[in-house]
Structure formats: C-alpha cells, structure tokens
C-alpha cells in the first residue's frame, strides 16, 4: 500500500470502527484539556501577577530585590520585604527627569473588629494617587486619614500589634483605581506618625519616582539603576508595579510553578498511560482485522503506518478541540486555589497561545508513541500467528514485558523503604514516587497478575452449579488481557487517590504530634497582626507569668554546594528566645543546648542536617526572609523540626529580617498555681486572643488542612480525567462483546444469565482493583510515614478509603452494566453478523 492508499484505508477504518475511535477521542481530548490547563496555571506562574493600586500612579518603583536568582531554576522568592537605605530617596531626587522621589512605609494596624489596615505616611499618597474627597490632610501624631466609610471627626481606636492608639479621622481620599476588596484597607497618617510606628530605622519600603512631562518610565527607571548603582535595587513599572506593592503575588506565581511542576509529571504520565491504554484495547480487538491484512501481504512497516495514519487524522482533531475548554479548567482551578488561599483574589492569570500549543503537541505525540507501541504485536507476527491470534487471545506476556515489570516493581519497593536508611527530603520524595514505579509495573505485569487473581477465585466458580458463575470463570480465564485493560485504570485511581490524600494526612498527623509534644507552655498568645516587642514585654511583666517565649515565624533559603547546578530550598524558621524556651518550647533536642543559641548561631531538625550535609560545630549559609545572608554556627540539632520549623535563630535576629518586626505568638508559663489568673488577666488584655494548648494545637490543624486542600484541589482534577478514563475503557471492553452476548443467547443463554455473567465479572474486576489498588499505595505511605514519624504507619482515615473504594466500585459497576445493557437489547441474530 502506497501512503495515499494508507491515508484512504485510514479513513475508511475510523468510520467502520467508530466506537473505538471515539474512545480514543475522549482520551486524548481529555489528555489535551488537562494539559493546556495546567500549561495556563504554569504561564501565570511566570506572566502572571497582581494590578498595582497604590503605586498606580508612579511612574517607576523603586525596591530592593524580592527574589533569589537562582542558575537553571526557578527564582525563589523572599517572604519578607527587602528594605531600601533612606538615604537614596535624596539621591534620587536629584535626577534629571524625576519631578519627585517619594519613599513609601507600611505598617500593619488593626481595629477592635479585627480587620487589618495598611498605615502609609502622608506624603505617600501622591504614588496612587489618594487625593481628599472630604476634610484635610493629617497633620497630629493621632491623626488619619480614611480611605473607607467614614467621616471626619470621628473617633477610632487602631492597634499597632496590640497596643492601641485613638485617633481622629480628619479626612477621607480616592484612588483613581479601586481599592481591592480582599485585601487590608489603607489608612493614611502624618508623616511623623509613621515615622513612630515603622520599627526598621533608617530603612523604607519603596521609593516611588514622579516623571517630569516628557520623559518615559524606562528611560527615568535606567537612569535610577544607574545612580544607585551602589546598592542592590530593582525597578518596577507598568504591570511589575504590582508585584512590589504586594508580595504575596510574586510568591503565588512561585507556588503555581511548584504546584504545577509537581503534579505536571503525575498528570502527564496518567495521559500517556490512559490514551496507550485505550489505542492497545482498541488495536487488541481489531485483531482479526490485522490478521487478515498480514496474511494478504501487508507488511510490518504497513500496518505500522495504517494505524499511526489512524491515530492522528482522530487524535488530531481531538487534541485540537481539547484544549479550549482547558483555558476555562484553568480558571475553575484559579478561584479554587484562591479559597484555599495560595492565590491572592485579584491575581490574574497569564492566557497566550503558548499552553494550547504545548497541549495539541504533548497529546499529539502521546497518541502517537502509544500507537507505535500499541502497533508492535499485530505488526511483527507471522501471518499464520495472527489469524490464529484473531480468534484466541494470547494467554501470556512477552518475556521484555515481564522483566520490564519486575523491574519497575523492583525499583517501586525499594524506593519505598529508603526512609528506613535516609532521612530528610530526599528519602520522603524517593517515597512518594515509589507509587508511579508500582502503577508502571502493575500495568506491564497486568495479564499476569489478573491470571492468578483468577486462578485462585475460578476453581470454586467453575465447580458451581450456576451457569452465570461458570460463564464468568472461563470468560475471565480465557481473556486475562482484556480483564487486566478493565482492572488496571480502576487500580491506578485507588492508588493515585490513596497515596495522595493519605500522604497529607501523614504528613499533618506527624507534624501535629511534635507540635502537641513539643508545646510546653500552659499558653499561646496572638494577636489580629502580630505582637510587639512593647506588647511582648507588658505580658511578660505580669506577676503571674514565670516565662514568656516570642515566636516569629519566618522562612530561609539554603542553596547546596552542588557545583555546576547548585539547588536552593527554603525551610522554615522559627525565631525563639533560648532563655525562656526550657519551660515553653521541647524540640527534642538531640546534640547540643538551645541555650547557647545567640546571634551567629542556629539550631537545625535532623532532617536539615542531613539535607544539607552540616553537623554540629560546622557553619551554614542561610538567607533570610528578606534575603540577608548570614552564615552561622550548628550549636543544637533537635528531632520535631516538622513541627515547628528546620531552622532555629534567636528570636531578635528573625524579628529583624521581617517586614513588620512582629512576633507571631507568644508561649507564656504560668507562675505554679496561677494558669487560671493569669488567662483571665490576659483575656480581658485588649487586642490579644489567648488559647490553651489545646486549642492552639487544634487551630494549627485546621490550618494544616486548609494548606492540604490545594493538593486535594489539583488531585480532585487528575481523578476527574482518570475518572472518564476508567469509563471509557470499560464502556469500550464491554460494548465489543455484542457478538459474544448474542452467542450466548442463540445457544440458550436468557437475557437475566448473561446479565447475571456481567455482575459477576464486574464483581472480579472491581474485587482485583480493590486489593491491586491498595497494594500498590500501601508502599509508598508506610515509607512516608516512616520518614515524617519513624514509625511505618501512615494515617489512614478508614471513612475517606471507603469513600475512595465506594467511589471506584460504583463507577467500574455502572461503566460495565450500561454498554451491557445496551447489546442486550440488540436481536441476538442480527447481532451476530455485525462486524468485529
């Protein structure tokens, strides 16, 4: 056959064969949406990005570096402020082009409701620009100037971590651009006043520069590079403006590139497993087709390029048509992941043509490998093998199939049990892939693995006196290939679901346990936006408080010594005072003693020890939350870092390196006998919230799962994609079976024996995925759970695997009942001489 002959045989085929290649338009279509969805969340993890309000009006901002550069990688991100010198607002001032140079200082307040404000000096109002819709500009230390409802002369009291000041509204202002509505309020106060609030010294924000008439943002942003050459700044405009106005956006872009690396390869990996799935299913009941096509002088290169000619006239338009409806997942993905709070509301994501062409392309290729692979068996046979093949289904596997598996399923166990010899990141990440190896080699070892399920549960079946028992026990054991086609996607979603919903619940269990464990003090102190050190040291001078611990929390980059392609990670921190930690705080200290824990110093879990590579007495380069860089000396390591954070600091130097210089909470110990005083002196403390151990341990949960809910979120849509798999593939095994069903029935078989038949080998097939699923996650949570606890038990909620079970058997039921349904209602004799 010439390649015009292929291309018109092709097409004659798709239209004689449309139940099989509509499967494998769903797939690939399907394989396409979720891949150009997650190709717009990864886009906008790099174009994506936040609208500037208050800097709206400025021509160029001016802010120190917010990121690592990191070589080969991802950027990463500073979760603090990097501050600018003072000094550089008259340095700037000065430049041709620049008719101002305005610095910028925020600071967090809170009114007595709890809702947060963002204090700016007055001046800075020209960046927005804020002009007065009534009253006047704030002149008195209490005096402010409202950006919401209202009106002047009012009286509010507003707290700056805890304590609080009254002050007079004097004025209310606009923003040309609307404020947004799910972040904190602005409020703005003198100049002095923020002066007295703004805890880094000789230290601002933000510089924002006012162009003269004439001269363009670039070129009067170059100009300032060049005068501050000195000092380490960045420069903003247009849409970057956004991106220095509000943190949390460059962070959220960071989060969607790990989020989506981290599940890109899992996603990928299902598609190419469900579109080979489906085209092998779907060549495997083409083989008589085949057969004869070989025994009349096709040749392997023919029928190789017969079926590659089929895949993509189908795929093609499949993978084409697929990928629009991704940009809208996209978008449900957006505002999930919002309420979960790793996106900010008003982030935008980034659309451009580049995910949809990355989607057509990935799936494209995807459908033609898998043909390629799918093509190999009916290709190569002899012409004698095929036709004998087209009526008998092959009863084993081939040997590089087998040695394949075994190997795959090797790899998988023994990746599992790394935590049991390493510890840290590594050996949980070695863990966690162990599960993709055990599906790998579940799918290539399927024949063989359903074929002894059924040894085992066909005798007993053969042996029984119902005819729809015997007839399921010879159809299971004659056709293990098309068995394990059924019983392997449903395997494959028991164990994607089990591994990932109960590796965070281990993981949340264990970090819970060591928080629980570890807080010794009788209670946890917090406020709406922090403590400070003034609010700090009144709690502690209250007699009936023996310790008093400030916490604040924060994060740290470590990038290894690896040579040409170094790797940065961040870890968390926690700043504590090694004085007051004995009674408030056990991190299960292993080497070494928290009390020598001073500036110059750190104290590391034993799983950042191992990750990188230190040991007591050796020093570490860090980078602090706004990226200073210290390098301090090991002086303790300790065994609950999960719960409280892998980097310990004195509390004063993490405090330093915030952005709003607050402690996050405080452990207060109670004078012996007087827990019960001193928590009622501290609630009617205003502007503070005091829990007990207890409670705070339970709050830290409820946090833990609302993180978890972004795994879930991104899971729930691979299951989704693997969900219509599963029905596609048993819908397809089933509905070719009609000349079977009407054999049966022209031989005696009753509508009710052949229906009888199906429940029974839906039973087997839902059974076998059942355990085979289960199996298959077991591995790699109880390697999991061994590296977060030590133990290798992870926690499973029994309601949640039941769902899961429930959820899988109910649809792999109903997938086969309905095509079985449909040939049933067929006449038997017009049935059997429909074509194969």
């Known amino acids: ?23 494998m338009f769903v797939a690939v279509f399907c394989a396409a949406l979720l891949t150009c969805a997650l190709g717009v969340l990864f886009e906008s993890g790099i174009r994506g990005g936040v609208e500037s309000h208050r800097y709206a009006g400025a021509d160029v901002i001016i802010g120190g570096p917010q990121t690592l550069e990191v070589r080969e990688d991802v950027d990463q991100p500073y979760v603090e402020r990097a501050l600018l010198p003072a000094i550089a607002v008259s340095e700037l001032a000065g430049l041709p082009g620049v008719r101002a140079a305005i610095a910028d ?9 709890g809702a947060t404000l963002d204090a700016h000096g007055w001046s800075s109002a020209a960046l927005a620009p804020y002009t007065l819709t009534a009253g006047r500009a704030p002149e008195a230390p209490d005096e402010v100037v409202v950006t919401g409802d209202a009106a002047p002369g009012a009286r509010i009291m507003l707290r700056h971590g805890g304590i609080g000041s009254e002050y007079t509204v004097v004025g209310v202002a606009g923003a040309p651009t609307p404020e947004p509505t799910d972040r904190a309020g602005t409020v703005l106060v003198s100049d002095a006043r923020i002066g007295q609030l703004w805890p880094h010294g000789d230290q601002v924000t933000t510089i924002g520069l006012l162009a003269e008439d004439g001269v363009d943002a670039s070129t ?88 590659g000619s089929e895949v993509l006239l189908v795929a093609g338009i499949a993978a084409v048509l697929g990928v629009w409806p991704g940009f809208a997942v996209a978008g449900v993905l957006r505002a999930q992941f919002t309420e979960a709070g790793v996106l900010p509301s008003d982030f935008a994501l980034a659309y451009g043509p580049v995910p949809a062409l990355v989607g057509v392309a990935l799936a494209l290729a995807t459908a033609r490998i898998a043909a390629a692979i799918a093509a190999r068996r009916p290709a190569r046979l002899d012409p004698t093998e095929a036709l004998r093949e087209s009526a008998v289904e092959p009863g084993t596997i081939g ?93 494959l979603a028991i164990a994607i679901a089990s591994v990932q919903l109960f590796t965070q619940s281990t993981i949340s269990g264990a970090a819970g346990d060591q928080s629980r464990r570890g807080l010794t003090a009788d209670l946890v102190v917090t406020g709406a936006a922090g403590l400070s050190p003034a609010t700090v040291d009144e709690i502690a001078s209250n007699p009936a408080v023996r310790e008093a611990n400030p916490i604040t929390r924060s994060q740290a980059l470590y990038t290894s010594d690896s040579g040409d392609a170094p790797t940065t990670k961040p870890y968390p921190v926690q700043g504590i005072d090694p004085r007051a930690s004995a009674s408030t705080l056990d991190l299960d200290v292993r080497e070494g003693d928290l009390t020598r824990l001073t500036d110059g110093t750190v104290a590391l879990s034993l799983d950042a020890v191992f990750d990188m590579g230190t040991d007591m007495g050796e ?82 949960e409820d946090e833990r799962r609302t993180q978890s809910w ?52 839906s039973v087997i097939v839902v059974s076998v995925a059942a355990v085979v699923g289960s199996l298959i996650a077991l591995p790699p949570l109880a390697g999991i759970a061994g590296a977060v606890s030590g133990r290798p038990i992870p926690n499973i909620s029994p309601v949640t695997y039941g769902a899961i079970i429930a959820a899988t058997v109910v649809l792999g039921l109903v997938a086969i009942a309905i095509p079985t349904h449909a040939a049933l209602r067929q006449d038997p004799v017009e049935a059997i001489g429909t074509r194969e």
Request: glycine share 10%; net charge positive; with cysteine.
């Open 399 to 491: 040997r590089g199939r087998l040695v394949t598996g075994l190997a795959f399923a090797a790899g998988g166990l023994a990746t599992s049990v790394l935590p049991a010899f390493l510890p840290g990141q590594a050996a949980l990440a070695g863990a966690g892939s162990s599960a993709v190896l055990l599906v790998i080699s579940v799918a290539l070892l399927g024949p063989r693995l359903v074929s002894a399920a059924v040894a085992r549960l066909g005798g007993p079946m053969r042996r029984s006196s119902s005819p729809a028992l015997a007839l399921a026990a010879a159809n299971t054991g004659a056709r293990a290939r098309r068995l394990a086609a059924a019983i392997t996607p449903l395997a």
């Open 1 to 23: 056959m010439h390649s015009t002959g292929v291309r018109a045989l092709a097409r004659a085929n798709i239209r004689q064969q449309r139940g099989g290649f509509a499967a």
């Open 710 to 761: 972004v795994s879930i979120v991104a899971l729930a849509v691979l299951l989704g994609y693997l969900a219509v798999a599963v029905v596609n593939t048993l819908v397809l095994a089933t509905a070719e079976r009609g000349r079977e069903f009407a054999l049966l029935r022209l031989v005696g078989a009753s509508h009710r024996q052949v229906r009888s038949m199906m429940r029974v080998e």
């Open 619 to 700: 020093t570490v380069p860090l980078r602090l939350g706004d990226g200073t860089l210290i390098t301090p000396t090991v002086v303790a390591t300790y065994g609950r870092g999960l719960g409280f954070g892998d980097v310990t600091l004195p509390a004063g130097q993490v405090r330093a390196h915030t952005t709003d210089a607050m402690a996050d909470v405080l452990l207060v110990t109670a004078q012996p006998g007087r827990v019960d005083e001193l928590r009622e002196s501290l609630e009617a403390t205003p502007g503070v919230a005091v829990a007990d151990r207890a409670e705070f341990a339970s709050a830290g």
């Open 220 to 307: 009067l942003a170059a100009r300032a590079r060049a005068q501050l050459a000195g000092h380490d700044v960045r420069t903003y405009t247009g849409d970057a403006r956004g991106d220095v106005e509000y943190l949390d956006a460059g962070a959220a872009r960071n989060e969607l590139i790990m989020l989506c690396g981290s599940f890109a390869g899992l996603a990928i990996l299902i598609a190419m497993f469900v579109v080979a799935s489906t085209l092998s299913l779907s060549i495997q009941q083409r083989r008589r087709e085949f057969a004869l096509l070989r025994a009349m002088g096709a040749t392997p290169g023919q029928v190789h390029r017969l079926i």
């Open 105 to 113: 200082m925020s600071v967090p307040l809170t009114t007595d409701t």
